[in-house]
């Protein structure tokens, strides 16, 4: 099956720096790759996704790029802000009948000094 | 905008207790989930189901069960709670169609005792 490493684990940022994180898939049949951003006592909530026929993604302060060759897909925020700081997951799915059959990754705790 | 809502924030249980996890989304979805959420584990899913009382088992679907009687309503049981079991699950709701956003609850922590 598929499986997902997301890293660091942990990332700490100051106020208006960026922040990278990086996820590897092992399924070379993944398509759909999206983000997920968990704020502290809710549940996840998608962000921004990028699909395997799209190597870059932008939506404001947020883009993802996507290597298919290498298999990895990185998210990466610009200019942060404290509302920022958040555990967020990265996944891969690809589509089984009507059903995406989604792998997420570990979590980063993202944390931004005011 | 889509609601997924679980039926409780948290929940202390001891044993060997017979435990439901109640949840219901109001968008029409036809997709529902069960996921469980570990330090360091991520999200794992532990059922899912496609249809009215249709269920496929995700990764790790062993000590739970799940019932799919009304569309917008997917339960989580877990026969004889166990400690191991003790953990934040999340619930989460779909369209059909492939590569669609899931829309998660906001989770029940659960203690077993």
């Known amino acids: 099956g598929e499986n997902v490493e997301q890293h660091p684990s942990t990332l700490s940022v100051q106020e208006g720096d960026s922040a990278v994180i990086k996820c590897t898939y092992s399924?070379?049949?993944?398509?759909?790759f999206p983000w997920y951003k968990q704020e502290l006592g809710k549940g996840p909530q998608l962000i921004i996704d990028i699909r395997s026929n799209v190597g870059e993604k932008k939506d404001q302060r947020i883009a993802v790029t996507l290597n298919k060759t290498a298999k990895h897909f990185s998210l990466h925020i610009t200019e942060t802000q404290p509302e920022d700081s958040a555990v967020y997951f990265c996944a891969a799915s690809r589509g089984s009948g009507g059903y995406q059959k989604v792998t997420f990754g570990t979590g980063t705790k993202l944390q931004v000094i005011p | 905008d889509v609601k997924v809502t679980q039926s409780s924030r948290y929940l202390v249980k001891r044993t060997g207790e017979k435990v439901f996890l109640e949840c219901v989304q109001d968008?029409?979805?036809?997709?529902m989930f069960w996921y469980r959420q570990d330090p360091g584990l991520g999200l794992r899913l532990i059922y899912f189901?496609?249809?009215?009382?249709?269920?496929e088992k995700g990764d790790i679907p062993e000590g739970y069960s799940v019932s799919r009687e009304k569309k917008e309503r997917f339960s989580l049981i877990l026969e004889s709670a166990s400690t191991n079991q003790t953990s934040m699950y999340l619930c989460a709701s779909s369209l059909r169609r492939v590569q669609e956003t899931q829309y998660f609850g906001p989770g029940t922590r659960l203690l077993v005792l």
């Open positions: 399924d070379s049949a993944s398509n759909y």
């Open positions: 189901s496609y249809d009215v009382k249709m269920k």
């Open positions: 968008m029409d979805h036809e997709n």
